[in-house]
């Protein structure tokens, strides 16, 4: 009785650290990027905006970079949802983009 109590307790941490699922439901997962996708991926990161945004990068500069790094995020992601709106394509995700905060 005292090593079945000892093993349950030992064993009843595990039930929550994703061995046996989440205890949240499942995480919906991503489906693959599709060609057109990485096509406007490679596009965002070449648009004119991020390049103009990239000549300010101050190495070094924590704050410069912290500041930078949020702006081009929002820059990509907006170049990104051009691209496949000019091909016609769906955009991915929800209804609304999550902003960076």
């Known amino acids: 009785m005292r090593r079945t109590a000892v093993a349950l307790a030992l064993l009843l941490p595990l039930g929550?650290?994703?061995l046996y699922g989440n205890l949240f439901g499942t995480v919906?997962?991503?489906?693959?990027?599709?060609?057109?996708?990485?096509?406007c991926h490679e596009e965002a990161r070449r648009s004119p905006s991020v390049?103009?945004?990239?000549r300010q990068r101050l190495p070094g500069n924590s704050v410069?970079?912290?500041r930078l790094n949020r702006e081009e995020r929002v820059l990509l992601a907006r170049a990104f949802r051009d691209c496949l709106r000019t091909?016609?394509?769906a955009l991915p995700g929800g209804v609304e983009v999550e902003q960076p905060r």
């Open 51 to 54: 390049t103009a945004l990239n």
């Open 64 to 66: 410069n970079d912290d």
């Open 87 to 89: 091909r016609g394509l």
């Open 16 to 18: 929550g650290c994703g």
């Open 28 to 39: 919906p997962q991503r489906l693959p990027e599709t060609p057109e996708e990485r096509e």
